[in-house]
Every structure is written in structure tokens, then in C-alpha cells.
């Protein structure tokens, strides 16, 4: 059975940095790209980053700058490198695969800058 798992969310002051972490399992992660999301209390999730199975990476017009997507396919493992971190980035995080047997999502992992 897919299953991804987060971690790494918790409480930063705005400016500072958190570094996000997805292991996947069950799959041949090495060709599969893969989303982080964002859900914000009242708003809808969000795409914040991808990465291809080739490592090729896109953000949302509201962290690039700011936010890193990497990968390790030897881990099966995606991250989320985020800098400069505002209130506004508060929210819980998710990835995201998108197979043919189906979209699976982990449990999400929230962060909250504030001061």
C-alpha cells in the first residue's frame, strides 16, 4: 500500500527556516514526480512545489525565491527547504503522488510562523 509520511513542521519566528521531509513507500519512487501542498485554515490546498522524476522543480508564484524542493531516490525521500518564512506561510503541509492506481497524500505536517 502507498503511504507518505511528513515531517518536520512546527513553530518558527517569520524569517527563519524549516526543512520539510516525505518518505514514500511502496512505490519505485525513482519515477515518480512529486507535489508539496499547502492548506491554510479557510483557504484551499495550495501547490506549492514539484519535482520530476528527473529533478527538473517548480514552485507557486508565493515561495519561489524562498522555498527548495529536492529529492533522494535512494532514500525515497522528497524535502522542503524553506527560508524566509512569513506568517503568511502558515499552514499544514502535504505531499502528494499522482499514480495510475490513484492520488495519495500523507497526513500533512502543520507549520506555524509567528512571533
Known amino acids: 500500500q502507498v503511504e507518505l509520511v511528513e515531517s518536520g513542521g512546527g513553530l518558527v519566528q517569520p524569517g527563519g527556516s524549516l526543512k520539510l521531509s516525505c518518505v514514500v513507500s511502496a512505490i519505485d519512487f525513482r519515477f515518480v514526480p512529486v507535489n508539496w501542498y499547502r492548506q491554510a485554515p479557510g483557504k484551499q490546498r495550495e501547490l506549492v512545489a514539484t519535482?520530476?522524476?528527473?529533478?527538473?522543480?517548480e514552485y507557486g508564484d508565493s515561495v519561489k525565491g524562498r522555498f527548495a524542493v529536492s529529492r533522494d531516490n535512494y532514500k525515497s525521500s522528497v524535502y522542503l527547504q524553506m527560508n524566509n518564512l512569513k506568517p503568511e506561510d502558515t499552514a499544514v503541509y502535504y505531499c502528494n503522488v499522482v499514480l495510475v492506481s490513484g492520488n495519495y497524500w500523507g497526513q500533512g505536517t502543520q507549520v506555524t510562523v509567528s512571533s
Open positions: 519535482i520530476s522524476r528527473d529533478y527538473k522543480t
